[in-house]
């Protein structure tokens, strides 16, 4: 379970990487995501 939680994680970073320039909205449904995964994941 932890490395699948490791695996979600890296992935999520990777995908940050594409919010360099991108409007305030897009980063707060990005973190948004994140909590979803993460809160499926536990």
């Known amino acids: 379970e932890e490395q699948v ?3 979600l994680a890296k ?3 990777k995908n ?6 991108a ?5 707060i449904k ?3 995501d994140m909590e979803a ?3 499926r994941a536990q």
Request: proline share 4%; aromatic share 14%.
């Open 5 to 7: 939680m490791n695996t």
């Open 11 to 13: 992935e999520q970073i």
């Open 16 to 21: 940050l990487s594409k919010f360099g320039g």
């Open 23 to 27: 409007p305030d909205e897009d980063v």
């Open 30 to 32: 990005w973190i948004q």
């Open 37 to 39: 995964v993460f809160d």
